[in-house]
């Protein structure tokens, strides 16, 4: 999904070419897993991270065209929403001071952006769900130029035949329609991708199912949403509501949503790509000249290049991803669960739990999959989005137990033992660790400190909400530029 398109329009011809184009993708995969012809993976980690632009008074601002072209920066793309755009920090080993090094590299490639953002009367936020965001802003006239946005809002819309409906309970509730898919622009997260060789990528990608739930539970940073606060990660559940293509009569079928937790632990990459081969009709049949078969007989690496656009199309919260680099190719499992913000070194102690946590529960010799019912751990995940770092998660051997004890007791200790399996280095190891370990102690994450900043102004502004929500955005940001973690911001 990273290029634009070269068409916008599809016939029904162009949809079944595609289809039997995907499974001979299919077909070319499995037969490269058989053959072993992967790079075996050399751990290497990558980040992306979604930000926001806003003007003055902390509203969004349509101008991502302008601010990307000053920029000139292949590192920083645009998003879906004119107001969005995504900064690809270069991958790299974490091992020694390679989170250190992120950092400095996040933080220096958002000063040079944000440089850029003034000119144009703008500023970078880095959260979950912009909150000074109204319902005119999310309409088709904001979606970013470029024939890619413009084909999958077509064909989404086209699919549901219906406009989006939007119902979600929470603390308090938000019901909306929209007749595109342009609401999906108030979703901002990160994404951590980590290689791994073919054989070990089930054992990855099920833990990083079974630690989701407590993810987002510690990085919750979405709680309002048009001015009503909803779930802790908000943007879990609008996600899965503005883009569902299923009409109703779907739904009541049992058509999976392309917004999928999953349904069952897997022994292959290859389970995945069958699944979205199976379960999901094209959205986006651009095809493209290779042969796949005709590549990988003649003892070349395919690209599979409609398998990989087809597979950008179901939104799994965590994505198998096949890529070729230097003329080998390779396995990396993408984990997108988790909220752009609150700071960056929020973010990179995010980051070091989940490569710890996933390096660990990946090689113990009883894995968690193999305790955890798969039911289970999508409950924990529905939990930890809904109730953020006050949720309760069943774990083996501790029953139901709340996220703050699970992670203090059970889970940092084997977040350490992940990163010295990576090598990094103990100091930066004990910080970004230290820092989870003060958001439990504390019980704030971003997700609790805007509802407290909303709470405050509200009480000094006689209950106007939108007004509290404005003025803790704007605090929200000066504090964000500070880099200290959010559970230490003040509120008042």
Same mark, same amino acid.
């Given at each position: 999904?990273?290029?634009?398109?070269?068409?916008?329009? =599809? *016939?029904?011809?162009?949809?079944?070419?595609?289809?039997?184009?995907?499974?001979?993708?299919?077909?070319?995969?499995?037969?490269?897993?058989?053959?072993?012809?992967?790079?075996?993976?050399?751990?290497?980690? @990558?980040?992306?991270?979604?930000?926001?632009?806003?003007?003055?008074?902390?509203?969004?601002?349509?101008?991502?065209?302008?601010?990307?072209?000053?920029?000139?920066?292949?590192?920083? +793309?645009?998003?879906?929403?004119? =107001?969005?755009?995504?900064?690809?920090?270069?991958?790299?080993?974490?091992?020694?001071?390679? /989170?250190?090094?992120?950092?400095?590299?996040?933080?220096?490639?958002?000063?040079?952006?944000?440089?850029?953002?003034?000119?144009?009367?703008?500023?970078?936020?880095?959260? @979950?769900?912009?909150?000074?965001?109204?319902?005119?802003?999310?309409?088709?006239?904001?979606?970013?130029?470029?024939?890619?946005?413009?084909?999958?809002? *077509?064909?989404?819309?086209?699919?549901?035949?219906?406009?989006?409906?939007?119902?979600?309970? @929470?603390?308090?509730?938000?019901?909306?329609?929209?007749?595109?898919?342009?609401?999906?622009?108030?979703?901002?997260?990160? +994404?951590?991708?980590?290689?791994?060789?073919?054989?070990?990528?089930?054992?990855?990608?099920?833990? *990083?199912?079974?630690?989701?739930?407590?993810?987002?539970?510690?990085?919750?940073?979405?709680?309002?949403?048009?001015?009503?606060?909803?779930?802790?990660?908000?943007?879990?559940?609008?996600?899965?509501?503005?883009?569902?293509?299923?009409?109703?009569?779907?739904?009541?079928?049992?058509?999976?949503?392309?917004?999928?937790?999953?349904?069952?632990?897997?022994?292959?990459?290859?389970?995945?790509?069958?699944?979205?081969?199976?379960?999901?009709?094209?959205?986006?049949?651009?095809?493209?000249?290779?042969?796949?078969?005709?590549?990988?007989?003649?003892?070349?690496?395919?690209?599979?290049?409609?398998?990989?656009?087809?597979?950008?199309?179901?939104?799994?919260?965590?994505?198998?991803?096949?890529?070729?680099?230097?003329?080998?190719?390779?396995?990396?499992?993408?984990?997108?669960? /988790?909220?752009?913000?609150?700071?960056?070194?929020?973010?990179?102690?995010?980051?070091? /739990?989940?490569? @710890?946590?996933?390096?660990?529960?990946?090689?113990?010799?009883?894995?968690?999959?193999?305790?955890?019912? =798969?039911?289970?751990?999508?409950?924990?995940?529905?939990?930890?989005?809904?109730?953020?770092?006050?949720?309760?998660?069943?774990?083996?051997?501790?029953?139901?137990?709340?996220?703050?004890?699970?992670?203090?007791?059970?889970?940092?200790?084997?977040?350490?033992?992940?990163?010295?399996?990576?090598?990094?280095?103990?100091?930066?190891?004990?910080?970004?660790?230290?820092?989870?370990?003060?958001?439990?102690?504390?019980?704030?994450?971003?997700?609790?400190?805007?509802?407290?900043?909303?709470?405050?102004?509200? +009480?000094?502004?006689?209950?106007?909400? =939108?007004?509290?929500?404005?003025?803790?955005?704007?605090?929200?940001?000066?504090? +964000?530029?500070?880099?200290?973690?959010?559970?230490?911001?003040?509120?008042?």
């Amino acid at each position: 999904m990273g290029k634009d398109l070269v068409n916008a329009v =599809f *016939s029904p011809y162009d949809r079944v070419r595609f289809r039997h184009k995907v499974r001979d993708c299919l077909d070319v995969l499995g037969r490269m897993l058989d053959a072993d012809a992967f790079d075996h993976g050399t751990m290497t980690t @990558g980040l992306e991270i979604e930000i926001n632009l806003v003007d003055g008074d902390a509203g969004p601002i349509m101008r991502n065209a302008e601010i990307l072209t000053d920029l000139c920066d292949p590192r920083f +793309q645009p998003e879906l929403g004119k =107001f969005n755009i995504e900064f690809n920090v270069p991958p790299r080993h974490i091992a020694g001071d390679g /989170l250190g090094d992120y950092e400095h590299d996040i933080l220096d490639g958002l000063r040079h952006a944000a440089e850029c953002a003034r000119k144009a009367e703008s500023r970078l936020a880095l959260i @979950g769900m912009l909150p000074t965001l109204a319902p005119e802003h999310l309409v088709p006239g904001n979606l970013s130029a470029g024939e890619r946005f413009k084909a999958l809002n *077509s064909e989404i819309v086209g699919a549901r035949g219906d406009d989006f409906r939007i119902d979600i309970r @929470g603390v308090e509730r938000y019901r909306g329609t929209s007749d595109s898919i342009a609401p999906e622009a108030a979703c901002t997260s990160v +994404q951590f991708h980590l290689q791994v060789a073919p054989a070990d990528f089930a054992r990855y990608w099920n833990a *990083s199912q079974a630690l989701a739930g407590v993810q987002v539970a510690l990085g919750a940073n979405s709680p309002f949403l048009h001015g009503r606060r909803l779930w802790a990660e908000t943007r879990i559940v609008f996600f899965e509501q503005a883009t569902d293509p299923r009409p109703d009569e779907f739904k009541e079928q049992g058509v999976r949503p392309r917004v999928w937790f999953g349904e069952q632990w897997i022994n292959s990459a290859f389970d995945l790509y069958e699944e979205n081969v199976r379960f999901f009709p094209p959205l986006l049949p651009e095809m493209f000249d290779e042969e796949p078969a005709e590549v990988w007989d003649a003892g070349g690496i395919p690209r599979l290049l409609e398998l990989r656009l087809h597979n950008g199309t179901v939104y799994r919260w965590n994505r198998p991803v096949y890529d070729v680099v230097d003329g080998r190719p390779h396995l990396r499992v993408e984990n997108r669960v /988790l909220p752009s913000g609150p700071s960056v070194v929020d973010l990179m102690a995010n980051a070091a /739990l989940y490569f @710890g946590l996933v390096g660990e529960l990946a090689e113990e010799e009883c894995p968690i999959w193999s305790r955890l019912d =798969f039911a289970a751990a999508t409950e924990n995940f529905r939990n930890g989005a809904r109730d953020g770092i006050d949720a309760s998660m069943h774990w083996p051997g501790s029953g139901r137990v709340p996220v703050t004890e699970l992670v203090m007791d059970t889970l940092l200790p084997k977040a350490h033992a992940g990163l010295d399996r990576f090598g990094v280095n103990p100091a930066q190891r004990d910080r970004l660790l230290g820092i989870i370990e003060g958001r439990c102690r504390a019980r704030r994450n971003g997700a609790t400190w805007q509802t407290e900043a909303v709470r405050a102004a509200e +009480q000094r502004g006689n209950g106007d909400r =939108f007004a509290a929500v404005r003025e803790m955005t704007q605090r929200y940001l000066d504090l +964000q530029r500070l880099n200290e973690p959010v559970h230490t911001w003040p509120v008042d």
